[in-house]
């Protein structure tokens, strides 16, 4: 096994994000099991991304301080794909060092963007996959895996997410709304329910939305009668409102960009709270619910398949919904926890040293 362990990530607290949590709750875990030694670049303190000229001291940092430590990391893993550079220092300092990167999702498809952006990211990730054809990835869902292979990354093991979210015991009981949680982009699908699907469900039914807005076209489609925008929700409201929805709904859906989701972390926060979730079958999501367990998924921008479902979980008696919720919640107790990602992450260190 791994002697030292050295995590290196730009995605930290106070920032805030999917990848800002895997790097937190993932290292909290691995202290638990190992000794590890962490480098992060905090956010800003109105939760957003470094700025460019602080990602580039860090990146500089960080690289001199791999390249001249006196006792070699035997594991240094990069927290996103986009941190590559950084395990060639690692190894110039140490053959014997085994770069290990994270992939999530937008750090391994933005080449799908095309342009010139898309296209330059695209040659950088080959590039890495060139220069550390012996580093292992770890991708959060199969999806991951698949698009990593694009730029020629090879050496991936899955490990998917878990969420530190979850409920009381569940009553059973849920008011006549639909819950819609994230960013307001195009894949997330928000726009294409309000005005698809919605429409199609009984009259009585809202949809709340609670998140922060990204797409001028996602924002137009919460100018509806049926809409209630909540803004950003945390904590005990977040659960709460979970709990009381009649369902939560993760309608992603697959735009012409090529953009997917990751792993869907939404899906799994919901059912661990104790909210009855219905998915996409798109993208990491089909690891992000447990089929008929957690969730129910349907296949993405499928009208009749999402007002089926949703009818279906009206039809629920209180002790069928209270059933339900408690397999749900006892599996993502089990499952979908940072204990099982550390240790399955640490199974990967093993595997790279036996």
């Given at each position: 096994?791994?002697?030292?362990?050295?995590?290196?990530?730009?995605k930290?607290?106070?920032?805030?994000?999917?990848?800002?949590?895997?790097?937190?709750?993932l290292?909290?875990?691995?202290?638990?099991?190992?000794?590890?030694?962490?480098?992060?670049?905090?956010?800003?303190?109105d939760?957003?991304?470094?700025?460019?000229?602080?990602?580039?001291?860090?990146?500089?940092?960080?690289s001199?301080?791999?390249?001249?430590?006196a006792?070699p990391?035997s594991?240094?893993h990069?927290?996103?794909?986009?941190?590559?550079?950084l395990?060639?220092?690692?190894?110039?300092?140490?053959?014997?060092?085994?770069?290990?990167?994270?992939?999530?999702?937008?750090d391994?498809?933005?080449?799908?963007?095309?342009?010139?952006?898309?296209?330059?990211?695209?040659?950088?990730?080959?590039l890495?996959a060139?220069?550390?054809i012996?580093?292992?990835?770890?991708?959060?869902?199969?999806?991951?895996?698949?698009?990593s292979?694009?730029?020629?990354?090879?050496?991936?093991?899955?490990?998917?997410?878990?969420t530190?979210?979850?409920?009381p015991?569940?009553?059973?009981?849920?008011?006549?709304?639909?819950?819609?949680?994230?960013r307001?982009?195009?894949?997330?699908?928000?726009?294409?329910?309000?005005?698809?699907v919605?429409?199609?469900?009984?009259?009585?039914?809202?949809?709340?939305?609670?998140?922060?807005?990204?797409?001028?076209?996602?924002?137009?489609?919460?100018?509806?009668?049926?809409?209630?925008?909540?803004?950003?929700?945390?904590g005990?409201?977040?659960v709460?409102?979970y709990?009381r929805?009649?369902?939560?709904?993760?309608?992603?859906?697959?735009?012409?960009?090529?953009?997917?989701?990751?792993?869907?972390?939404?899906?799994?926060e919901?059912?661990?709270?104790?909210?009855?979730?219905?998915?996409?079958r798109?993208?990491?999501?089909?690891?992000?619910?447990?089929?008929?367990v957690?969730?129910?998924?349907?296949?993405?921008?499928?009208?009749?398949?999402?007002q089926?479902?949703?009818?279906?979980?009206?039809?629920?008696?209180?002790?069928e919904?209270r059933?339900?919720?408690s397999?749900?919640?006892?599996?993502?107790?089990?499952?979908y926890?940072?204990?099982?990602v550390?240790r399955?992450?640490?199974?990967?260190?093993?595997?790279?040293f036996?």
């Amino acid at each position: 096994m791994a002697k030292t362990i050295r995590y290196v990530t730009r995605k930290w607290p106070p920032a805030m994000g999917g990848m800002e949590t895997y790097s937190l709750k993932l290292t909290d875990a691995l202290r638990e099991m190992k000794p590890l030694a962490v480098m992060a670049l905090p956010g800003r303190p109105d939760g957003r991304p470094p700025t460019m000229p602080k990602l580039l001291a860090f990146g500089f940092r960080t690289s001199i301080r791999l390249l001249i430590d006196a006792a070699p990391s035997s594991v240094v893993h990069l927290g996103d794909m986009a941190l590559w550079p950084l395990g060639l220092f690692a190894r110039l300092r140490s053959r014997q060092t085994q770069v290990v990167l994270s992939a999530h999702g937008t750090d391994v498809a933005y080449h799908r963007r095309g342009g010139l952006k898309g296209h330059a990211y695209g040659y950088y990730l080959r590039l890495g996959a060139r220069l550390l054809i012996q580093a292992k990835v770890i991708a959060n869902s199969e999806a991951t895996r698949v698009v990593s292979m694009e730029t020629g990354w090879r050496r991936i093991d899955v490990v998917p997410l878990a969420t530190h979210l979850s409920g009381p015991p569940p009553d059973g009981g849920s008011e006549p709304f639909i819950l819609f949680a994230g960013r307001l982009v195009e894949r997330k699908g928000c726009a294409w329910f309000i005005r698809n699907v919605l429409p199609a469900l009984p009259e009585h039914l809202r949809l709340k939305v609670a998140g922060t807005g990204w797409d001028e076209s996602e924002w137009r489609a919460l100018d509806n009668s049926r809409v209630d925008f909540l803004g950003n929700l945390d904590g005990e409201a977040l659960v709460e409102a979970y709990r009381r929805a009649c369902c939560v709904v993760v309608p992603n859906i697959e735009p012409r960009s090529g953009e997917y989701e990751g792993f869907g972390l939404v899906a799994t926060e919901a059912a661990a709270a104790g909210g009855v979730v219905v998915a996409s079958r798109t993208g990491g999501l089909v690891q992000a619910v447990e089929e008929g367990v957690t969730g129910m998924l349907v296949a993405a921008g499928d009208v009749p398949q999402w007002q089926g479902a949703i009818d279906r979980i009206l039809s629920w008696t209180v002790e069928e919904r209270r059933a339900f919720l408690s397999r749900s919640m006892e599996f993502c107790q089990a499952y979908y926890s940072w204990d099982r990602v550390a240790r399955e992450t640490l199974g990967v260190y093993e595997r790279e040293f036996s």
